[in-house]
């Protein structure tokens, strides 16, 4: 590459990123350090440690930033698909070839060199996704455009769930952030929250809870959209009607599960009914409101099924933990528990560097991974961790502006899709540590010890900088 071309990389370059980017990872590194300090092995350069390995993978990364900021932006686009089906492919092989670690089979080891490819595969979605979406001719509400977008994600989520790594295909589901911006409606994200309230609901109270909470949301709706009163009327005797026969079936008398399945068999049945009413009397969407609030009404009642059968228990362990449903602080919820109390034992100010006591003693483990934040929150304190909040929020909002000055949609969907994959990670692993999500096992970007982690949030952040880098010589 010529010089003039370097200089004009490094001229367009977005140094408030790249200075967010590097103060984010010394502190990551410093924290590791904290996290697994040994006096007998006090240098922060020996290799023999964590904090010394993980010098090793910061290096490796700026490497790679060196490698990503050089190659033609063209080649991102190009080479996007078969970058997905590479790791794809890796995904497939990591199946059978594969060591296991924490009951995860999801790595590769080379010359004791450990590689996951479910995090890179974050980086290989997003681009395969912003090639598909960037296409003119595609409009994301089109029926074959929106399956083939979901498969796209599904694939890689699928392959994640077979390696028994749950946390990080959860994170996939983040994406739908960046297909909110492109064109997904809104009343998909309300009906993602509804589902996260009811299986909350299904979980930790009576049946009848969630389904009138459903009722009543589903009934000031239709009253807010209706223009006459007879439409509320119609489907609100119908609507009662059905759940009526459901629940005097399911309470007044005593029947097998296998029997209430099949009464929900027959409402779901009586749908196309429904549908013939709703353009007989040109109310479809009442129509709309009905078949979505009786299929919430039939999800909150199968939770408990799924719930029981398709989750590890260590998984419904630490669930139960979060909802309050089985407080164990010696068991499953020890992580958290411990975590919250190194947290709040930090006070204003925290106790100093390398003073923690919960650190020093090993009361969190994995506090160097999963865990890093409590030891932000015991020796740095609420400033200290505030400050770390305040950073990541200016990267993710810096990511934001980024995105919405490109002048290529490939450019403006992967930039989404960054945010999506930060934002998702940063909450929910801040939110672990102090007891508002379930322990998921993903790591703190930055900060979590792990080359692996580290360069695939590095190359990710980096592809999307090189392309921000490029757009002032696109003509709009």
């Not at 109390?341 to 160097?368: C, H, M, N, R, Y």
Request: aromatic fraction near 16%; glycine fraction near 8%; hydrophobic fraction near 55%.
């Amino acid at each position: 590459m010529e010089k003039r071309q370097v200089s004009n990389i490094l001229e367009s370059l977005d140094w408030i990123t790249v200075g967010l980017y590097l103060l984010l990872v010394l502190m990551g590194w410093l924290n590791v350090y904290a996290a697994v300090y040994n006096e007998d092995y006090h240098s922060i350069f020996d290799i023999s440690q964590r904090y010394g390995k993980q010098m090793l993978w910061i290096l490796a990364a700026v490497l790679l930033i060196i490698i990503i900021l050089l190659i033609d932006v063209k080649i991102y686009v190009f080479f996007s698909y078969f970058i997905y089906g590479f790791v794809i492919l890796l995904l497939l092989l990591v199946l059978t070839l594969g060591v296991e670690v924490n009951a995860s089979k999801s790595w590769f080891e080379i010359a004791g060199i450990r590689i996951q490819p479910a995090e890179f595969s974050k980086v290989a979605t997003i681009l395969a996704l912003a090639n598909y979406l960037s296409d003119p001719n595609r409009r994301l509400l089109q029926l074959k455009t929106l399956l083939t977008t979901l498969i796209i994600i599904a694939i890689p989520m699928g392959l994640i769930l077979l390696q028994n790594d749950t946390g990080t295909a959860i994170v996939f589901v983040s994406l739908i952030f960046m297909l909110y911006r492109e064109g997904l409606p809104g009343w998909i994200l309300f009906l993602g929250f509804m589902a996260i309230v009811v299986s909350v609901l299904a979980l930790t109270k009576p049946f009848i809870v969630p389904m009138a909470v459903i009722v009543i949301i589903a009934l000031i709706y239709a009253y807010s959209i209706s223009k006459q009163k007879d439409d509320v009327k119609h489907f609100s005797l119908g609507f009662f009607t059905i759940i009526g026969i459901f629940v005097g079936i399911k309470y007044l008398f005593s029947l097998s599960i296998l029997l209430e399945w099949i009464v929900m068999g027959v409402i779901l049945a009586s749908l196309p009914l429904l549908v013939y009413y709703a353009f007989l009397k040109r109310g479809a969407k009442m129509l709309i409101i009905w078949v979505i609030s009786i299929s919430f009404i039939l999800f909150s009642y199968s939770i408990d099924y799924f719930y029981d059968n398709f989750l590890q228990p260590h998984q419904k362990d630490r669930i139960d933990h979060v909802l309050g449903i089985n407080f164990d602080p010696q068991g499953a919820g020890y992580n958290v528990h411990q975590s919250k109390i190194a947290i709040g034992s930090g006070g204003f100010w925290g106790k100093g560097f390398l003073q923690g006591t919960q650190t020093k003693f090993d009361f969190v483990p994995e506090q160097s991974t999963d865990f890093i934040f409590c030891t932000i929150g015991e020796e740095w304190g609420f400033v200290g961790s505030t400050t770390v909040i305040m950073l990541f929020l200016a990267l993710l909002i810096r990511i934001i502006i980024l995105a919405e000055r490109q002048r290529s949609h490939f450019s403006r969907i992967y930039g989404y899709g960054v945010f999506s994959i930060l934002f998702f990670h940063v909450a929910i692993n801040i939110g672990m540590t102090i007891g508002i999500t379930p322990v998921i096992g993903i790591p703190l970007p930055f900060f979590s010890y792990g080359g692996s982690s580290l360069w695939a949030f590095t190359i990710l952040l980096f592809i999307f900088l090189r392309l921000d880098a490029n757009r002032r010589f696109l003509v709009k």
